[in-house]
């Protein structure tokens, strides 16, 4: 077992079968992390453009996380 701290909670990862293990209360932690993760991002969010014949292709942008979670157990 890999274990790892996130702010207040502590996670472990079976390094075998790669499962997450978690208490009740660390799970409750991590509920709020998502919440405050997803309040924060209302501010990054950037107005649409509006569309023209003229426009050129957007520039890559590199791929965000949908979730503070998800985040979190990226290899």
């Known amino acids: 077992m890999e274990k790892r701290c ?3 909670a502590s996670v472990a990862r079976c ?3 790669s499962g997450i293990f978690l208490t009740r209360a660390d799970l409750g932690a991590l509920v709020e992390a998502e919440t405050d993760w997803h309040a924060h ?3 990054n969010t ?3 453009p509006r569309i023209t014949t003229d426009m ?3 520039p890559p942008v590199a791929q965000r996380s949908r979730a503070f979670v998800e985040t979190l157990f990226q290899a």
Request: charged fraction near 5%; proline fraction near 7%; glycine fraction near 6%.
């Open 56 to 58: 050129a292709s957007p």
């Open 6 to 8: 996130y702010g207040h």
């Open 15 to 17: 390094s075998d079968c």
């Open 46 to 48: 950037a107005a649409l």
């Open 41 to 43: 991002q209302l501010a």
